[in-house]
């Protein structure tokens, strides 16, 4: 059974950054594209990033040049490095992977 548990949300002022996890089990990780997608209150859930079995990267427009996504086999782990947080950027954060999501992890950019 996929598991996917998410780490790593907080409170954390515009400008700064914070780096997202998601440790995937039930799996074999290595050959699976990645996701992360976000949902904000009252919005619908939205895609951010994913990255492909061979490291291939995609974005959402509004976080080019600000997010990265990365993953690490050996840990079956996928990251979300997240810069120049916005207000905007206020969400909770979702892995996704095959037709699973994790729990969720928020994420709350405020002064």
């Known amino acids: 059974q996929v598991q996917l548990v998410e780490s790593g949300g907080g409170l954390v002022q515009p400008g700064g950054s914070l780096k997202l996890s998601c440790a995937a089990s039930?799996?074999?990780?290595?050959?699976?594209?990645m996701n992360w997608f976000r949902q904000a209150p009252g919005k619908q859930r939205g895609f951010v990033a994913s990255?492909?079995?061979?490291?291939?990267?995609n974005y959402e427009d509004s976080v080019k040049g600000r997010f990265t996504i990365s993953r690490d086999n050996a840990k079956n782990t996928v990251y979300l490095q997240m810069n120049s947080l916005k207000p905007e950027d206020t969400a909770v954060y979702y892995c996704y992977v095959r037709g699973r999501w994790g729990q969720g992890t928020q994420v709350t950019v405020s002064s």
């Open positions: 990255i492909t079995p061979g490291g291939t990267t």
């Open positions: 039930g799996i074999i990780f290595s050959g699976a594209a």
